[in-house]
């Protein structure tokens, strides 16, 4: 569950992240009231989240625990 768990939060942290890039770098001009758009520090905090968005899907892969895939039970003799 956990694993689960820090996979969601880590591709919804890349999604925001990636969001705010597009919108710190007047690529994403969605809303069109935001604050945000062509303020390059968004950017920079985008990229700081997307890639803790990056870390934690990292992390969530490589963590084994109660969402085991099924190839990875160890053989029993």
Same mark, same amino acid.
């Given at each position: %569950?956990?694993r689960?768990?820090?996979?969601? *939060? /880590?591709v919804l942290?890349?999604l *925001?992240?990636?969001l705010?890039i597009g919108?710190?770098l /007047?690529? *994403? $001009?969605?809303?069109a009231?935001?604050? %945000?758009?062509? %303020?390059?520090?968004?950017? %920079?905090r985008?990229g700081?989240?997307a890639l *803790? /968005?990056l870390?934690?899907?990292w992390?969530?892969?490589?963590?084994?625990?109660d969402d085991r895939?099924?190839?990875? $039970?160890?053989?029993?003799?």
């Amino acid at each position: %569950m956990a694993r689960t768990a820090i996979m969601i *939060v /880590g591709v919804l942290a890349l999604l *925001v992240g990636l969001l705010w890039i597009g919108q710190g770098l /007047g690529f *994403v $001009r969605w809303p069109a009231s935001s604050f %945000m758009i062509d %303020m390059r520090p968004w950017a %920079m905090r985008g990229g700081a989240l997307a890639l *803790v /968005g990056l870390a934690l899907i990292w992390f969530a892969r490589k963590r084994r625990g109660d969402d085991r895939r099924p190839g990875l $039970r160890p053989h029993r003799r």
